[in-house]
């Protein structure tokens, strides 16, 4: 470490600062000089770690909102506009990653989708996959539809479409609408039951990761988890879109 | 820190230009002491340009040598604005190719949008510089919230020839809530109904201890006074048509006196209950007609009721009800109508701020917000602006599908990371598409810029891994870059923006994209069905190919073949449940045939075979982003 070109040693020391602070919980630093205010170079970090967080489910969203807002008063561009080019690169790249962690982390489920991304769950080519796999190996495509909702969506198809056929008539069938809106309100009380499941889903994972800082979590456990909250966000997306298709009609017809 | 920054209002009808004076916010004024710079250009008879209230009268005399509502054309190309064109006496460049900058003819000579904005631009910097008596050369310049990347970027040239470096594009609204945040230290949930000369947007934002964070933003980039006036334009050319047999359609300057009338009248009906259209004509007759406010409000109603369909838009994507705004801000000189005011009243429950001058307002935010960038001011270091990107960022899929990777609505900067490969062995090149609009389909989306990565390592299809990192800006414009990350080799991408290589106006592209979002649902569903059907089809083709062919008996053969048939029948048809069950029906067929495979695959592995020759298939190898898992 000879090199004292003016690059090379800012790199240095951020690079110092950044592993100092990750061991300590602090991402402060890591970011932007605690006494001058500079923006540090963006470096790859999942967004957990850019604030500074633990791969926990359950957040305080009102702690994370502050830390958004506290850090948007450093990083954001508009602060910057008088700094060096790259330096107003930096501020744009760590503004960015700031924004992008946030709008993951304060939704529920982007950030449960995200999360298992980290684990290595491959969401985006989960159906892609199934069908390519069902094919692969000539069997069917694994039914995402919940087996105890197969009735009910089938009877939903129904009257959704004869909803639509009767639109097309000029027809009004108010007993149409009057089931429409039970199974929209039906649909709604699973969607509220799934995200509690996701709640006690979340409570396993942390519950988990708890554990496994001590050594005892064992990967079968693991697992088990993530394919429970993945089953979770497949069917908690399945009865969203239904929620939607319902609305979608009963909008259509004016009701 | 020494040089002044100014803010711009650039607008459709009339621009500022202001600056934050100690801590508080200014009109520069112009020669005349007016504050309002109307946005005309006009070419005298010694070819002089002439900007401003000077330029008007040219409107009335010489109308082939004045420009108007230059705003409207901003980053469009000719197929945008050809409805635009027969409302305004404008002539475009008749030797333009599809897809160049549109230029529009001001006496002899053409220009660019963005040159006869910089034209008013210039303008405002020689008045400001008249003010401080010293050059001025930053600027913060302020756009309509639902611009689009190309708009925006033909703000940016327009300032960029006027000699202006921009430091910041801002949304109109939200300089709007800058101006009137900046005394009231509040907390809370904002509207701003901004509703301009040309452009309407809606912006809902929190503010939270000097933070001004947007959180949902809609609007139309074709709607405002200039539709109102077309309407009565309209009205009183048919009655000189018919109450005096004269067709004075085509005539610029009586077209142009019957506007400044109906401009006028459009006014006083603000505060009066009636007024008065009073035209001169060539013929020497006169045009007259009494209206009354209640026949204004009557007629314009139509117009006005656009603007609630973005309002209602805007709290959806905010997660609330009207009634969780707190304040209620009106921005732009058409909302001086008593009428809209009501509406704004009416659904929102609450009586809108009308304080600041709607004129002036959003010039005014632009100078705090210079004021934020310059980082000298007391009154404004606590401020900062987390604004949105008022349109989706996707990539053009497979089968014209647009993969959303940017949602709107997100704080920028934002910015999404997404995956490529190639397609065919040894390939070199990759097209990438990227579109702006919340549209399905690729072909309904505004074409932003059709990206190529060059210089991917010559490797087999499927095996390079190209990343290519989309960033939007604070001042919401795309940057992208590109990496192919086997060979850690930067690919080259030469960007072309495309002006309207779709013409479908971004507001319609909302307004439709909710009126026919069961219509792209299916259109979506035959495109996803028939990629499926060629899947299995090119999958079949192999196994025919494979060992495991010859082990199935004649009769299994011949019900593959009709099966297939049956497919290849349905599949450029339009009605996805039929391929659906087609390829279900196929997939049965062949579910012995796929397990010899795998079968036969294991065995080749082992003896040291490669899985290639026996692969069951990857599907259709033109390039594509891999999908992401909808969870909305």
């Known amino acids: 470490m000879t090199d004292t070109s003016p690059t090379a040693a800012l790199s240095i020391v951020s690079d110092k600062s950044t592993n100092a602070c990750w061991s300590c919980g602090s991402m402060r630093a890591a970011h932007f000089c605690q006494s001058c205010g500079t923006v540090q170079p963006a470096t790859p970090v999942d967004y957990f770690q850019f604030f500074g967080l633990d791969r926990n489910l359950q957040l305080d969203l009102a702690a994370l909102e502050r830390d958004f807002y506290a850090l948007s008063r450093k990083l954001h561009p508009d602060l910057h506009a008088g700094d060096a080019d790259e330096q107003q690169q930096w501020s744009l790249e760590k503004s960015s990653q700031l924004n992008d962690a946030y709008r993951t982390l304060k939704d529920p489920i982007a950030r449960t989708e995200y999360l298992l991304r980290l684990q290595g769950v491959d969401l985006d080519e989960q159906s892609t996959n199934a069908t390519e796999a069902a094919r692969a190996s000539g069997t069917a495509k694994k039914q995402v539809v919940p087996p105890d909702m197969l009735e009910e969506v089938f009877e939903l198809n129904m009257q959704i479409e004869e909803l639509r056929m009767n639109q097309k008539m000029g027809a009004s069938d108010p007993d149409l609408i009057c089931q429409l809106e039970e199974h929209k309100a039906s649909f709604r009380q699973r969607l509220a039951s799934v995200d509690k499941e996701l709640q006690a889903g979340w409570l396993q994972w942390d519950g988990l990761l708890t554990h496994s800082q001590s050594g005892t979590a064992s990967d079968e456990e693991r697992k088990k988890v993530i394919d429970r909250l993945v089953d979770i966000l497949n069917r908690r997306s399945y009865i969203r879109n239904l929620v939607r298709d319902v609305n979608d009609a009963l909008e259509a017809v004016g009701a | ?632």
């Open chain 2, 1 to 632: 820190m020494s040089e002044r920054i100014v803010g711009i209002d650039l607008g459709t009808t009339n621009s500022l230009i202001a600056f934050m004076e100690g801590g508080t916010p200014v009109v520069i004024p112009g020669e005349d002491g007016v504050n309002l710079v109307p946005s005309v250009v006009a070419l005298d008879a010694a070819n002089q340009t002439i900007v401003g209230n000077a330029a008007r009268k040219f409107l009335i005399e010489t109308s082939d040598r004045a420009i108007y509502s230059v705003k409207r054309l901003m980053g469009r190309g000719v197929e945008d604005v050809h409805d635009e064109l027969k409302f305004f006496p404008f002539r475009l460049a008749s030797d333009l190719d599809p897809g160049e900058v549109i230029r529009i003819h001001l006496g002899e000579k053409t220009f660019t949008p963005p040159e006869i904005s910089a034209y008013i631009l210039r303008q405002l910097k020689r008045n400001a510089e008249r003010y401080f008596a010293a050059p001025v050369t930053k600027a913060v310049i302020t756009v309509p919230a639902y611009f689009n990347d190309a708009q925006r970027q033909a703000t940016k040239d327009a300032g960029r020839i006027a000699g202006l470096e921009v430091l910041r594009l801002v949304n109109e609204p939200t300089a709007a809530a800058l101006a009137y945040g900046l005394d009231k230290k509040k907390n809370g949930i904002v509207a701003v109904y901004d509703f301009g000369g040309g452009t309407f947007d809606i912006s809902i934002l929190k503010l939270h201890d000097g933070i001004f964070e947007v959180i949902a933003t809609n609007g139309d980039t074709h709607l405002g006074g200039d539709d109102i006036d077309n309407l009565l334009i309209t009205i009183a050319l048919d009655e000189i048509a018919n109450e005096h047999r004269l067709d004075v359609r085509r005539n610029g300057e009586v077209v142009q006196a019957v506007r400044k009338a109906v401009i006028d009248a459009k006014i006083l009906l603000s505060s009066e209950p009636s007024t008065k259209l009073e035209i001169e004509l060539p013929s020497g007759q006169r045009y007259q007609r009494e209206i009354t406010r209640e026949q204004f409000e009557t007629l314009i109603e139509p117009v006005l009721q656009r603007t609630m369909a973005p309002c209602k838009q805007a709290l959806k994507d905010a997660g609330l009800e009207a009634d969780q705004i707190e304040e209620v801000v009106l921005v732009g000189g058409s909302t001086r109508i008593p009428r809209v005011r009501q509406l704004v009243e009416k659904l929102f429950h609450r009586v809108p701020h009308t304080e600041l001058n709607p004129d002036e307002v959003v010039a005014l935010g632009a100078a705090v917000q210079a004021s934020i960038l310059g980082g000298s001011s007391e009154a404004t270091n606590n401020m900062l602006l987390l604004d949105i990107t008022p349109l989706s960022l996707g990539i053009e899929a497979l089968g014209g599908v647009v993969a959303k990777i940017i949602h709107r609505n997100s704080t920028i900067p934002a910015s999404a990371t997404e995956h490529f490969t190639t397609g065919i062995d040894g390939q070199t090149n990759v097209a990438i598409h990227v579109l702006q609009g919340e549209r399905e389909l690729a072909k309904d989306c505004r074409s932003l810029a059709r990206f190529d990565l060059r210089g991917i390592p010559p490797m087999p299809a499927g095996l390079p891994r190209i990343e290519v990192r989309l960033l939007i800006d604070a001042n919401g414009i795309l940057q992208v870059s590109a990496r192919e990350q086997r060979s850690g080799k930067e690919a080259q991408i030469s960007v072309q923006p495309s002006y309207g290589l779709t013409d479908d106006q971004v507001e319609t592209m909302i307004l439709e994209s909710f009126d026919y979002a069961e219509q792209d649902l299916e259109q979506r569903q035959v495109i996803e069905a028939r990629n499926e059907a060629d899947t299995i089809l090119v999958a079949l083709a192999k196994g025919r190919k494979s060992p495991a062919w010859s082990a199935l008996t004649e009769s299994e053969k011949r019900e593959i073949a009709e099966q297939e048939q049956a497919l290849l029948e349905v599949k450029d048809g339009t009605d996805y449940k039929k391929i659906r069950s087609a390829i279900d029906t196929l997939n049965q067929g062949t579910t012995r045939l796929a397990e010899l495979m795998m079968d036969t695959a294991v065995t080749s592995a082992l003896k040291g075979q490669s899985m290639e020759t026996v692969n069951v298939g990857q599907g259709p190898t033109a390039p594509h982003p891999i999908g992401k898992a909808e969870f909305e």
